[in-house]
């Protein structure tokens, strides 16, 4: 939230993810990923046509209240979630050396979600896009699981 002044608070304007971006290939580390307090954190490397996400193939994001997942990326992309079920955004926009919340919603117990990182589209990338969508299709780690 933005404040304006003493009486007024904004919403943060979100950019959608681009319809003609490229979903990237992803894989994980293997390595169980810190958390902050008790709030999952996963760092994201984007290279040109690949994405390493730091955290193992299955991730439990606690049953205590107020969760969220905190995730940082080295370079601009969003997330999107799949289902959208198990955070309060359907997706979350990240920025370079920035790092976003996607909360979880307090109701939601027994759920998983994956998601796809979209880059903005570039020249390599369009060539790749094709490729990578079809590998994307198939449901690959990480998944974030809500106990």
């Not at 984007?46 to 370079?75: I, M, P, W, Y």
């Not at 920025?95 to 796809?116: M, P, S």
Request: proline residues 5%; glycine residues 4%.
């Amino acid at each position: 939230m933005t404040t304006v002044d003493s009486t007024a608070t904004l919403l943060e304007a979100r950019t959608a993810p681009p319809a003609d971006g490229t979903d990237l290939m992803m894989s994980t580390t293997g390595e169980a990923a810190p958390r902050d307090g008790k709030n999952l954190v996963l760092q994201i490397d984007l290279d040109r046509d690949s994405v390493k996400v730091h955290c193992q193939d299955t991730e439990h994001v606690g049953t205590h209240k107020q969760r969220c997942v905190l995730f940082s990326a080295n370079k601009h992309c969003w997330l999107i979630f799949t289902p959208q079920s198990v955070f309060t955004e359907d997706y979350v926009e990240l920025q370079e050396g920035e790092t976003a919340r996607a909360h979880v919603l307090d109701e939601t117990k027994q759920a998983q979600t994956h998601f796809v990182v979209r880059a903005p589209k570039t020249a390599k990338a369009a060539k790749m896009g094709k490729m990578a969508k079809t590998a994307m299709d198939a449901k690959r780690p990480p998944v974030i699981v809500v106990p």
